[in-house]
């Protein structure tokens, strides 16, 4: 066998508007593919490491090979072939063929090419004919009919982050509920509560972590808000808005359809214009990843604290050791998994502003930067939801407390002079509070012995458990 023929079996030839190139034999996409390949080495992050952003593009490109069918711009047969192949997409089918690095230029056009490619060479197949035929379907002309990158791609992404969302949200609640679990389990376990990490006023644990429920509930609700801005797309407008080269109608039943078939109540958008550039969606919804990443980061640095220690710190609760904490220390256990966590909130407020400056970069009647922001979302979706799962299965579900420790505490903190004000006064409460820490002396005894208060008194009202709520004085 020569040389020429292995090459051929290796490869076809395929050319676009700058020539020629090699594709891999078996590859479905196509030279705008390679290029793309050939282009972007960047991220290491490629397509068909977000398979939900495959099955968005499949989605999109089946809805529109439906509407166009409807309106007569598509051949019912090719587009029967489209829409078997977007399914076979679907379902898991030619992922490997989206090896396209995220991080691009030319507003996505790559991507959106890619998809065109794959789907379109394996319709080929369905047609009953071999990759690389194009006179049987073709990638721009009947793939991307009535489509411009600028509707298709957005779309996709904003699908995508929907379906991604779906999953964080689920990692969110199950972290939820392990939190409530421990407020449960911890309800009657009294402890200090601190304020600028001062002796404040007792609490119990159960408090705390139903507080840090609590906390991250509100961000179910918050991120659900910013969701819903997804929902508007551009399908129809093409290259800027104006809807050139789409057949009347075709925007409503594109819409239409890619609504029915995810079962998602996508809306055309009432300006595909001022759409077809607007990326506020994306900075909204960022923001509420960010805001979730804010308050999860201060509970990671909560539960640094109170396991602090484990004889040296505050001892409070006792994390699951998940690794020896030193190369030199014997004996270190670090809380590695709050760390991370930490460090996983942190990346995602960065990308928070990445896309921040992304979408003011826009120009005039397209932001050409999506790529950056679709790679920035994606990032902080996956990444906060694998750092929640990991911080409810490796952290809180194990945690446990020190109780008498923290009930040894309660009774020596001055903190506990807060409870005699309404009784004593505040003044007064002061100078007790002031000489226990200069002698050392308990505040029970100092107040005895300036006959403030009797003994039965003070036992009723220092009681940590009285101190948890409205004192019975002003009930």
């Given at each position: 066998?020569n040389?020429?023929?292995t ?7 395929e ?9 891999p034999i078996d590859?479905?996409y196509?030279?705008?593919t390679?290029r793309g390949i050939?282009?972007y080495?960047i991220?290491c992050?490629k397509?068909y490491?977000?398979p939900?952003?495959i099955?968005s593009?499949?989605?999109?490109k089946?809805a ?6 409807e309106?007569?711009a598509?051949?019912?047969?090719i587009?029967e072939?489209i829409c ?5 997409i679907i379902g898991?089918a030619l992922w ?5 690095d995220?991080?691009q230029?030319g507003?996505g056009t790559?991507?959106?090419?890619n998809?065109?490619e794959?789907?379109?060479n394996?319709a ?11 006179q049987?379907?073709?990638p721009?002309?009947h793939v991307?009919?009535g489509q411009?990158?600028?509707d298709?791609y957005?779309t996709?992404i904003?699908?995508a982050?929907?379906r991604?969302?779906k ?5 969110l ?6 939190f ?6 911890f309800?009657?376990?009294?402890k ?10 007792p609490?119990t644990?159960?408090?705390e972590f ?11 609700l918050?991120i659900a ?10 399908m129809g407008?093409t290259a800027?808005?104006t809807g050139?080269n789409?057949?009347p109608?075709?925007?409503?039943l594109?819409t239409?359809h890619l609504?029915?078939?995810t079962?998602?109540k996508?809306?055309?958008a009432?300006?595909m214009?001022e ?7 994306y ?8 805001r ?8 990671c640095?909560?539960l640094?604290l ?5 004889r040296?710190?505050l001892?409070?609760i006792n994390l699951?050791p998940m690794?020896?904490g030193s190369?030199i220390?014997p004996?270190?256990?670090n ?10 909130c942190f990346?995602?407020i960065g990308?928070?502003?990445t896309?921040?400056?992304a979408?003011e970069?826009?120009?005039?009647q ?6 950056v922001i ?7 979706i996956t990444?906060?939801s694998h750092?929640?799962?990991t911080?409810?299965?490796k952290c809180v579900?194990?945690i446990?407390?020190?109780?008498e420790?923290?009930?040894?505490m309660v009774?020596?903190?001055?903190g ?8 004593i006064?505040?003044k007064n409460?002061?100078?007790i509070?002031k ?9 029970v ?19 940590p ?5 409205v ?5």
């Open positions: 066998m040389k020429e023929m090459k051929e079996k290796k490869y076809r030839v050319s676009d508007l700058l020539g020629e190139l090699n594709v590859a479905y196509g030279v705008q390679q050939n282009n080495r991220s992050m397509m490491d977000f939900d952003f099955v593009f499949a989605f999109v089946k529109a090979a439906m509407a166009n069918a309106v007569g598509l051949d019912p047969h587009s072939a078997q192949a977007c399914d076979e898991g490997k063929n989206f090896p396209i995220l991080m230029g507003a790559s991507v959106n090419m998809a065109n794959v789907i379109a394996r080929i197949e369905i047609l009953g004919h071999e990759k690389g035929e194009y049987y379907c073709m721009n002309d991307n009919c411009s990158t600028n298709a957005p996709a904003r699908y982050v929907i991604m969302n999953k964080l949200v689920v990692s609640e199950r972290l939820i509920t392990s409530r679990n421990k407020a449960e389990e309800k009657d376990a009294i200090m509560g601190r304020t600028q990490l001062q002796d404040a006023v609490m644990s159960g408090q139903a507080a840090f429920a609590n906390n991250l509930e509100e961000e179910v918050n808000r910013n969701e819903v801005l997804l929902h508007e797309i551009n407008g800027i808005g050139l789409a057949a109608g075709y925007a409503d594109c239409a609504s029915e078939i079962h998602e996508f809306e055309k009432s300006d214009i759409a077809t550039p607007d990326t506020g969606a900075v909204s919804y960022s923001a509420a990843l960010k979730l990443a804010v308050k999860l980061s201060k509970i640095n909560d640094r109170m396991a602090s220690g484990p040296c710190g001892a409070e699951p690794a020896p190369s220390m004996g270190k256990v809380p590695v998994i709050p760390e991370v966590t930490n460090q996983v990346k995602v990308n928070d502003t896309i921040s400056f979408a970069a826009g120009q005039l397209l932001n050409v930067m999506e790529p679709t790679e920035c979302l994606f990032e902080s990444w906060l750092a929640m799962d911080l409810r299965e579900d194990g446990t407390i020190n109780a420790h923290n009930l040894e009774r020596h903190s001055i506990i002079v807060t409870a005699l004000n309404p009784y006064g505040y409460s002061t100078k509070a000489e226990a820490l200069a002698t050392g002396k308990s505040l005894d100092i107040v005895l012995e300036k006959q403030l208060l009797s003994k039965e008194q003070l036992d009723e009202i220092l009681d458990k009285a101190m948890l709520q004192h019975k004085k002003f009930k």
